[in-house]
């Protein structure tokens, strides 16, 4: 009797603990959610604060026929969901999409933008691609990016992401240069971990090693200066890859001029991290290329994916297991001998992807495709249309950002978006759970935020 008596105090004791604990992990969420600007989020997280902790406290504290049963029923349900977030469930197959050929930068529509009509360039691109010149055309005869008469013009932030620009049209010619004469001899791990360690006291928030491989590299040159057309050979055999964090609150306001300041910041921060690192690699003995904003010679997503920070998602960027996909990358290719890191892959990211389709229902132009990944030109992936997204960008006057704005991988490194992105990696379940929640929490359309006031000027 005394010990029956004890079982049932331990039971309403656990059931009220229960309560009392998630009552106030929501409302440290909701302070978190507050820190983070969420509105939607604090409101659910306060709601939920105040509802949840009642039937427990029921269960616990008053007296009703069958008490005992509902009060473990709660413990079961508590237990379940840990279990959901904790045991590995469901590990989705790794599909194999490696791409096949070389892409030709000339094909990416940053180049074709770039085209002045009546030039050799244009004249010859179109004769070769004739079905993408009205398309292209059209474009063109949008006001344009960062440009007056855009709908989202704002005199400050515009100018303000044009001198970031600036900066880095000044930083091209030191992408590459000349190599120190004497060869400091190089061990691969130790050195391996040197160039991480000073990525990241450059800035870098992860840095990842892989062999150069011939899909990374563009066949032909479609926008550094002076050189359109001239076929890439790039004779290095490892590629540095890093990625440097774009700032959440920004990236929030998507996709008004803020989130523009924020991208051309964020070129600017990984072109600055990529020449130290191209330089000190040179002052080696090494040659070493920087590749940065508006002079690539690589896809810096499928160079980053494969050295490990990430998967390429369905708006095709690339998504990092903490960052998601608000990131601006960075790569260096080098012929120091380097130790790349194992492959690492993340089936859970792309599996993800396939469920939660977020992106596509907010991209203002339809540009993300809602289905699964397809075979395109054979290689399985996700691909956005560029050309309408393109001609939002020129037709609003920012890079829009809005995908990256909504996507649940995109919120804050912190303990609680941590959590939930871990157990999104492990089990099924949790990427279920974890699309509702975050559906719940931030709307299936959230809302952008204002600001930020200092921005208002004069
Ligand atoms: S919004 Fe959803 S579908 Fe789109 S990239 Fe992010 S996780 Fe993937
Ligand atoms: S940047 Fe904007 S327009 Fe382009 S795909 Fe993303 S949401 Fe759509």
Not at 85 to 92: K, N, S
Not at 396 to 422: N, Q
Request: aromatic letters at 8%; hydrophobic letters at 45%.
């Amino acid at each position: 009797m005394i010990s029956s008596l004890s079982g049932l105090t331990l039971l309403r004791l656990l059931v009220i603990v229960t309560g009392v604990g998630g009552s106030l992990a929501f409302l440290l969420f909701g302070l978190a959610s507050w820190r983070e600007r969420e509105r939607r989020a604090v409101w659910v997280s306060l709601v939920l604060a105040a509802l949840f902790p009642l039937p427990h406290l029921a269960a616990g504290l008053l007296r009703f026929p069958r008490q005992p049963v509902v009060a473990a029923l709660l413990l079961v349900i508590a237990g379940l969901a840990l279990l959901v977030l904790g045991i590995p469930l469901g590990r989705p197959a790794l599909e194999d999409d490696t791409p096949r050929s070389r892409v030709d930068e000339r094909d990416i529509m940053f180049a074709r933008w770039r085209l002045v009509p009546g030039s050799p360039e244009y004249d010859d691109y179109y004769a070769r691609r004739p079905e993408k010149k009205q398309g292209d055309d059209r474009i063109r005869a949008a006001p344009g990016l960062l440009a007056p008469g855009s709908r989202m013009y704002h005199p400050f932030a515009f100018r303000a992401a044009d001198a970031s620009f600036a900066v880095i049209d000044g930083m091209r010619a030191a992408v590459d240069g000349p190599v120190a004469a004497e060869q400091v001899p190089a061990v691969p791990t130790e050195m391996t971990r040197m160039i991480k360690g000073l990525a990241r006291h450059y800035g870098a928030w992860s840095v990842g090693v892989t062999d150069l491989r011939d899909y990374h590299v563009y066949t032909h040159v479609g926008r550094g200066a002076g050189r359109y057309g001239e076929p890439i050979e790039l004779d290095h055999d490892c590629a540095i890859a890093f990625v440097v964090e774009m700032d959440h609150q920004m990236v929030r306001r998507a996709p008004a001029a803020p989130a523009a300041m924020e991208t051309s910041k964020q070129y600017l921060a990984a072109a600055a991290v990529a020449l130290q690192l191209a330089t000190f690699i040179r002052s080696l003995g090494y040659s070493a290329r920087a590749h940065i904003d508006g002079d690539y010679q690589v896809i810096c997503p499928l160079v980053a994916r494969d050295a490990g920070l990430g998967e390429i998602g369905r708006m095709g960027l690339l998504m990092t297991p903490h960052l998601g996909p608000r990131v601006r990358i960075g790569v260096v290719t080098t012929s120091l001998p380097l130790s790349p890191d194992p492959p690492k892959r993340e089936p859970a990211v792309v599996d993800f992807c396939r469920r939660c389709v977020k992106c596509a229902e907010n991209c203002p132009s339809c540009s993300i495709p809602f289905d699964d990944r397809q075979l395109i030109d054979g290689v399985l992936r996700w691909r956005i249309d560029c050309e309408t997204c393109f001609l939002y960008w020129n037709t609003i006057g920012t890079d829009c950002g809005r995908c990256m704005a909504v996507c649940p991988y995109s919120h804050p490194h912190t303990p609680f978006h941590g959590l939930v992105r871990w157990a999104t990696r492990r089990s099924a379940p949790a990427r279920w759970l974890a699309l509702q929640l975050d559906d719940l929490f931030y709307g299936r359309r959230p809302k952008a935020l204002d600001g930020p006031s200092w921005l208002q000027g004069p």
